[in-house]
């Protein structure tokens, strides 16, 4: 039982690690694909999708950010033996944030750049996107530094989904406080985690494909609803599946990696056109970019410290990879700010971008197979 | 014990989001919610329901209503609204299942007794209905005075919306109850024969009401109406041919890509003025008679992708039930339809008499037609847009008709397929 837990676990990790779950080549990961994809298609663009399509898109959205807080919670929730590693993980995110932040803050403050959202939630909500990583997907037989790698990324996505859900209150501008809304997207999940789980397991064929989608959209659409964040909603939700009774996170965990290439295209397809050049955007993205490398490589340094005999020192050259989930978190951003996050998002793509192109070049290939 | 604390739950948290937040939210922030809900708790009503031997579909509509802003208003307005977004997508997806389950080989034998059914039967309750109109005009309560040929143009444009029957509700009822055999294939081609009569009797009535009220009519009638027509079930057979194609040659997400089609379908339906319905009726009946798909998969995609869809139409067309209306004119309109029901049962029995229908399944063919829905609403709503003094008081009668019949409709007809042991043929056959 603990095997297929921790493979359907695995298996989910490898959504956030896109290039293997979309089945990639490692010099074509989907954000260099999708995100430019999208904003040709965009209203910046040929106008394919236009903004009555994007606003359409957002709904999707909401429902798409839960299903991911859902993998991470997962594949994070069945990771039961990985304190030192969940520490690790928790600690490189949680410099990069700082370190990302602070460059952030700094500059926007020396700038004295305008700003619809305060500088110092830009700065932290970069942070945050930047610390979110995705190293490459691993199997059985590859080495145990890769395979390290690959479940410290899973992990670091933990900590800025939870802080996030404050953060996205905060400029949510509701009355709700951050942390009593973070609590609410916890709640939340938690209480429609319960609904599921007394579902799943009994219903068979279409009708469980029923819940589980009903499930996922209740998810996303509660928290959207109440301005709170689906990202986290979807990981409480996810992590009460891992450790509840039964097999539920199976049902769930198979259900899931029917939908996680749509998925993943159209988050990056619609986070595409969302797009908007401001000189904002385009003067965030290389502080970004270049803060978030440091940041990286800092954190995973400290982090094999950490771990010391566990993580490797060049940790942080696996993590240079951003996912999908700094661009979500970034959207969700977008989606209750919809005029101050344009830069953010701009920020956050592009430099997802860039980032992928750099970690060709830093981080570590798969050795080479051994001669015959 | 476990589905009702799990829809107890879900109906609190949505209770506590709708009601806790106090707020009303713009449409786009209510969509995912309303559909979520609509999923998990339609469904689980559905199932309760159908323990007690009733369609899944009457509970889909049972919560709709309940839950909807007539009742509860837990579903409030702008999340029914929403969740009708989806009617376009459905009603596609609903007909290009109907046209997979037509073989034309397999109907050959039984084409001609299933044409003369359905016209004789389609020609006697449009001149009943017709008379009935004519003979309790003062009682249907049009208060304005009207002339002769415009009484007459009015009578005959409520004909043609009253006579209606529903291709959704029927091939829904017939998907969900994986019902096979003679009685539904029987239903299924006459409602459909109906719907083409429906498009045609509508577009020529409205043409002489126009003439009636003192309008120019439309000169290019009969290239619209083709258009219309032929126009639909060519565009569904390319769409169906290339779908086919994707099918032998690609056949991976095919449930992605069905819905896809569907959406391409009820997309450029409306673009190109062409009856989505027939389209995706066309398409699906190139699938099945021209290049039918080997293996399972399209059936697998079809069952994974029908049910969600299923639910939250019916859901919606729940919640958005004018229960006001019905209680505004609610004994004209049970007179109507018992009027309407008994005139179906008349010559339904009649035709299938003629057309020598072996009485078990040409007895209870009626059951299957009592049905109406988003068709019938879709062409009131077009007469109540052009003349809305009169036009409206058709309406007003038409959702409440809509209202009862949504609700008996589907009884009666899963009663029907029970009766003829049709019910989960359709896995038998296909096994």
Same mark, same amino acid.
């Given at each position: 039982?603990?095997?297929?837990?921790?493979?359907?676990?695995?298996?989910?990790?490898?959504?956030?690690?896109?290039?293997?779950?979309?089945?990639?080549?490692?010099?074509? !990961?989907?954000?260099?694909?999708?995100?430019?994809?999208?904003?040709?298609?965009?209203?910046?663009?040929?106008?394919?999708?236009?903004?009555?399509?994007? !606003?359409?898109?957002?709904?999707?959205?909401?429902?798409?950010?839960?299903?991911?807080?859902?993998?991470?919670?997962?594949?994070?929730?069945?990771?039961?033996? $990985?304190?030192?590693?969940?520490?690790?993980?928790?600690?490189?995110? !949680?410099?990069?944030?700082?370190?990302?932040?602070?460059?952030?803050?700094?500059?926007?403050?020396?700038?004295?750049?305008?700003?619809?959202?305060?500088?110092?939630?830009?700065?932290?909500?970069?942070?945050?996107?930047?610390?979110?990583?995705?190293?490459?997907?691993?199997?059985?037989?590859?080495?145990?530094?890769?395979?390290?790698?690959?479940?410290?990324?899973?992990?670091?996505?933990?900590?800025?989904?939870?802080?996030?859900?404050?953060?996205?209150?905060?400029?949510? $501008?509701?009355?709700?406080?951050?942390?009593?809304?973070?609590?609410?997207?916890?709640?939340?999940?938690? !209480?429609?985690?319960?609904?599921?789980?007394?579902?799943?397991?009994?219903?068979?064929?279409?009708?469980?494909?029923?819940?589980?989608?009903?499930?996922?959209?209740?998810?996303?659409?509660?928290?959207?609803?109440?301005?709170?964040?689906?990202?986290?909603?979807?990981?409480?939700?996810?992590?009460?599946?891992?450790?509840?009774?039964?097999?539920?996170?199976?049902?769930?965990?198979?259900?899931?990696?029917?939908?996680?290439?749509?998925?993943?295209?159209?988050?990056?397809?619609?986070?595409?056109?969302?797009?908007?050049?401001?000189?904002?955007?385009?003067?965030?993205?290389?502080?970004?970019?270049?803060?978030?490398?440091?940041?990286?490589?800092?954190?995973?340094?400290?982090?094999?410290?950490?771990?010391?005999?566990?993580?490797?020192?060049?940790?942080?050259?696996?993590?240079?990879?951003?996912?999908?989930?700094?661009?979500?978190?970034?959207?969700?951003?977008?989606?209750? $700010?919809?005029?101050?996050?344009?830069?953010?998002?701009?920020?956050?793509? $592009?430099?997802?971008?860039?980032?992928?192109?750099?970690?060709?070049?830093?981080?570590?290939?798969?050795?080479?197979?051994?001669?015959? | 014990?476990?589905?009702?604390?799990?829809?107890?739950?879900?109906?609190?948290?949505?209770?506590?989001?709708?009601?806790? =937040?106090?707020?009303?939210?713009?449409?786009?922030?209510?969509? =995912?919610?309303?559909?979520?809900?609509?999923?998990?708790?339609?469904?689980?009503?559905?199932?309760?329901?159908?323990?007690?031997?009733?369609?899944?579909?009457?509970?889909?509509?049972?919560?709709?209503?309940?839950?909807?802003?007539?009742?509860?208003?837990?579903?409030?307005?702008?999340?029914?609204?929403?969740?009708?977004?989806?009617?376009?997508?459905?009603?596609?997806?609903?007909?290009?299942?109907?046209?997979?389950?037509?073989?034309?080989?397999?109907?050959?034998?039984?084409?001609?007794?299933?044409?003369?059914?359905?016209?004789?039967?389609?020609?006697?309750?449009?001149?009943?209905?017709?008379?009935?109109?004519?003979?309790?005009?003062?009682?249907?309560?049009?208060?304005?005075?009207?002339?002769?040929?415009?009484?007459?143009?009015?009578?005959?444009?409520?004909?043609?919306?009253?006579?209606?029957?529903?291709?959704?509700?029927?091939?829904?009822?017939?998907?969900?109850?994986?019902?096979?055999?003679?009685?539904?294939?029987?239903?299924?081609?006459?409602?459909?024969?109906?719907?083409?009569?429906?498009?045609?009797?509508?577009?020529?009535?409205?043409?002489?009401?126009?003439?009636?009220?003192?309008?120019?009519?439309?000169?290019?009638?009969?290239?619209?109406?083709?258009?219309?027509?032929?126009?639909?079930?060519?565009?569904?057979?390319?769409?169906?041919?290339?779908?086919?194609?994707?099918?032998?040659?690609?056949?991976?997400?095919? =449930?992605? =890509?069905?819905?896809?089609?569907?959406?391409?379908?009820?997309?450029?339906?409306?673009?190109?003025?062409?009856?989505?319905?027939?389209?995706?009726?066309?398409?699906?009946?190139?699938?099945?008679?021209?290049?039918?798909?080997?293996?399972?998969?399209?059936?697998?995609?079809?069952?994974?992708?029908?049910?969600?869809?299923?639910?939250?139409?019916?859901?919606?067309?729940?919640?958005?039930?004018?229960?006001?209306?019905?209680?505004?004119?609610?004994?004209?309109?049970?007179?109507?339809?018992?009027?309407?029901?008994?005139?179906?049962?008349?010559?339904?029995?009649?035709?299938?008499?003629?057309?020598?229908?072996?009485?078990?399944?040409?007895?209870?063919?009626?059951?299957?037609?009592?049905?109406?829905?988003?068709?019938?609403?879709?062409?009131?709503?077009?007469?109540?847009?052009?003349?809305?003094?009169?036009?409206?008081?058709?309406?007003?009668?038409?959702?409440?008709?809509?209202?009862?019949?949504?609700?008996?409709?589907?009884?009666?007809?899963?009663?029907?397929?029970?009766?003829?042991?049709?019910?989960?043929?359709?896995?038998?056959?296909?096994?």
């Amino acid at each position: 039982m603990k095997v297929r837990f921790r493979t359907s676990g695995r298996t989910l990790g490898s959504l956030l690690r896109t290039r293997a779950a979309l089945g990639l080549r490692p010099a074509m !990961a989907p954000v260099m694909i999708f995100l430019p994809l999208g904003m040709v298609l965009g209203p910046a663009g040929t106008r394919i999708i236009g903004t009555d399509a994007l !606003a359409h898109l957002d709904v999707v959205i909401s429902i798409v950010l839960a299903t991911l807080g859902v993998f991470i919670g997962i594949a994070a929730g069945t990771q039961r033996s $990985a304190g030192r590693l969940a520490a690790a993980s928790t600690l490189e995110a !949680a410099i990069t944030v700082l370190v990302v932040g602070g460059a952030t803050y700094l500059l926007l403050r020396s700038w004295g750049m305008p700003s619809l959202v305060p500088h110092a939630l830009v700065a932290l909500v970069l942070g945050l996107c930047a610390s979110a990583s995705a190293a490459a997907a691993v199997g059985e037989g590859d080495e145990r530094t890769r395979r390290i790698a690959a479940r410290v990324a899973d992990l670091d996505d933990v900590m800025p989904i939870v802080v996030g859900g404050g953060v996205l209150a905060s400029i949510a $501008a509701g009355e709700t406080p951050a942390l009593a809304a973070a609590g609410l997207s916890i709640g939340l999940g938690a !209480a429609i985690a319960v609904s599921g789980w007394l579902l799943f397991e009994r219903a068979e064929g279409a009708e469980r494909d029923v819940f589980v989608l009903g499930t996922l959209a209740l998810l996303g659409g509660s928290a959207a609803y109440l301005d709170t964040s689906p990202l986290l909603a979807g990981l409480s939700a996810g992590m009460l599946w891992a450790r509840a009774p039964g097999q539920t996170e199976h049902v769930v965990a198979t259900h899931l990696r029917k939908v996680q290439h749509p998925l993943v295209v159209l988050l990056l397809v619609t986070a595409g056109a969302s797009l908007q050049p401001t000189l904002a955007g385009i003067w965030l993205f290389a502080p970004y970019v270049v803060s978030r490398t440091a940041g990286k490589l800092i954190g995973g340094w400290a982090a094999s410290r950490v771990t010391s005999g566990v993580a490797p020192s060049d940790l942080g050259a696996y993590l240079i990879p951003p996912g999908v989930i700094g661009i979500a978190f970034a959207l969700n951003i977008l989606q209750v $700010a919809p005029d101050g996050a344009i830069p953010i998002v701009f920020a956050v793509s $592009a430099g997802a971008v860039v980032s992928e192109l750099l970690a060709l070049i830093v981080t570590p290939g798969p050795p080479d197979p051994t001669p015959v | 014990m476990r589905r009702l604390l799990a829809l107890a739950l879900t109906i609190g948290v949505v209770w506590f989001v709708v009601g806790g =937040a106090g707020i009303v939210r713009p449409a786009p922030r209510v969509t =995912a919610l309303a559909l979520g809900f609509s999923l998990i708790a339609a469904a689980l009503t559905g199932a309760l329901l159908e323990r007690f031997h009733l369609p899944r579909v009457t509970g889909y509509l049972l919560f709709g209503m309940l839950c909807g802003p007539y009742v509860l208003n837990i579903i409030t307005r702008p999340m029914a609204r929403e969740l009708q977004l989806i009617n376009g997508l459905a009603v596609v997806l609903i007909a290009f299942i109907a046209g997979l389950e037509m073989n034309i080989e397999r109907l050959r034998p039984r084409l001609r007794a299933m044409l003369q059914l359905g016209s004789i039967s389609m020609l006697g309750l449009y001149a009943g209905l017709f008379a009935a109109f004519w003979i309790g005009w003062p009682w249907l309560g049009f208060d304005e005075a009207f002339t002769t040929i415009q009484k007459t143009a009015i009578v005959a444009i409520l004909t043609a919306v009253v006579a209606s029957y529903s291709p959704t509700v029927t091939i829904a009822l017939i998907a969900e109850s994986r019902a096979s055999g003679p009685l539904s294939e029987l239903t299924l081609a006459v409602v459909i024969l109906a719907d083409l009569i429906l498009i045609l009797a509508f577009t020529l009535v409205m043409q002489f009401v126009r003439y009636a009220f003192g309008g120019t009519g439309d000169v290019g009638l009969l290239v619209s109406l083709s258009w219309e027509i032929f126009g639909s079930f060519a565009f569904g057979a390319t769409v169906g041919a290339l779908f086919a194609l994707y099918l032998r040659y690609v056949g991976r997400e095919v =449930a992605v =890509a069905l819905v896809a089609v569907c959406a391409i379908i009820a997309g450029l339906g409306s673009q190109l003025h062409i009856e989505p319905l027939l389209a995706a009726l066309a398409a699906g009946l190139v699938v099945e008679n021209i290049a039918p798909p080997r293996g399972d998969m399209l059936k697998q995609a079809v069952e994974r992708g029908a049910l969600p869809v299923l639910v939250v139409f019916f859901a919606a067309a729940g919640a958005s039930l004018q229960l006001d209306a019905l209680a505004l004119i609610g004994w004209i309109a049970i007179v109507v339809s018992a009027l309407r029901m008994a005139l179906i049962w008349i010559f339904m029995r009649a035709g299938a008499a003629y057309a020598r229908i072996a009485p078990p399944i040409g007895r209870m063919v009626w059951m299957g037609m009592v049905s109406q829905a988003g068709v019938t609403l879709g062409l009131t709503l077009i007469v109540a847009g052009e003349y809305p003094t009169w036009g409206t008081m058709v309406q007003t009668l038409v959702v409440s008709l809509i209202a009862l019949h949504q609700l008996i409709g589907p009884v009666l007809f899963r009663a029907a397929l029970a009766r003829a042991g049709e019910i989960g043929r359709m896995d038998a056959t296909s096994a």
